[in-house]
């Protein structure tokens, strides 16, 4: 079962050798991993050259790869064509289920996230969780009083101070934004590895977004990123605004950030996969209690 990373940050030759990513760094030695351990890999470097026959496997593999830009900032996923053997029904159920069940698992994701984002609080050693976790309660099918965004505005009001979400030039948002990017791949990665169609949402419905279904089940991971981000950020200085390499490799280990599903502890990258698997449950029984989402350890 893949479980691992790779994030690749210098200028680099890959290409494919017996079932083996080859890895050859001028003045380093070759370093050998087999694919199927690799389950994304983030190409933070714009001097990275890779075969097609290593993409094509990648792709066979089920690897996500996540694509950086100039300034580090991930801008592109490749995710591999549907591979599961019944990703035909699956397409079809996914297509057929109701309005009503569509709201009903929204309720369900927007639920999680906010309790998640109490715990997050928790975990900082922050306030304000009790307040949370009363607006998690109210919370309908489908959330038409949109307490998923009021619940955001006192999350971060007591996360950080002096924050704005939208500051583009905060060190705090490059943290998150990349921690975002590499989750939101692992999510995605395990939709398609159970035949769904990432394109097709409950609550984004976007027509230019084709990871619509992605970005509605990784709600309730964006906490996991928050702590981690204020960990990564706590001993920086205001005026810091650019993410040095061992921040990138702090946020693009994400996935491997532990959870608990059902009452087991998994790592994100197990929790997508379970995540995936239980919402065409869902999908199937017409049941939101089949849907399972990862919450923090106690």
Request: glycine share 4%; charged share 25%.
């Amino acid at each position: 079962m893949a479980w691992k990373g790779l994030h690749l940050s210098k200028p680099a030759r890959l290409a494919l050798d017996q079932r083996q990513i080859r890895i050859r760094i001028d003045g380093e030695d070759e370093i050998r991993l087999p694919l199927e351990d690799i389950a994304w890999i983030v190409l933070d470097t714009p001097q990275a050259t890779l075969t097609s026959a290593l993409l094509s496997a990648c792709m066979n593999a089920g690897i996500a790869i996540v694509f950086t830009d100039q300034r580090h900032t991930p801008s592109g996923l490749a995710l591999p064509f549907h591979g599961h053997f019944k990703q035909g029904e699956v397409a079809r159920i996914q297509s057929a289920i109701s309005q009503p069940l569509k709201k009903r698992l929204w309720q369900s994701i927007v639920r999680a996230k906010i309790l998640n984002q109490a715990s997050a609080l928790v975990t900082a050693s922050r306030e304000g969780a009790s307040r949370l976790h009363e607006m998690a309660r109210h919370v309908r099918s489908g959330d038409p009083d949109n307490v998923e965004a009021r619940a955001a505005r006192a999350y971060w009001s007591c996360l950080w101070t002096d924050f704005r979400r939208e500051d583009e030039e905060d060190l705090r948002n490059k943290l998150l934004n990349y921690g975002y990017a590499v989750v939101r791949a692992g999510v995605a990665r395990a939709l398609v590895a159970y035949g769904l169609i990432p394109a097709f949402g409950l609550q984004h419905a976007s027509a230019t977004n084709p990871f619509n279904l992605a970005d509605d089940l990784f709600e309730p991971f964006r906490p996991f990123v928050d702590v981690l981000a204020r960990e990564t950020s706590v001993t920086e200085t205001r005026v810091a605004t650019e993410m040095t390499i061992e921040h990138r490799r702090t946020m693009a280990a994400a996935l491997n950030l532990n959870c608990v599903m059902n009452g087991e502890v998994v790592s994100l990258l197990t929790a997508a996969e379970r995540s995936a698997a239980s919402l065409v449950r869902a999908m199937q029984t017409g049941k939101t209690e089949e849907l399972f989402l990862p919450e923090f350890p106690r």
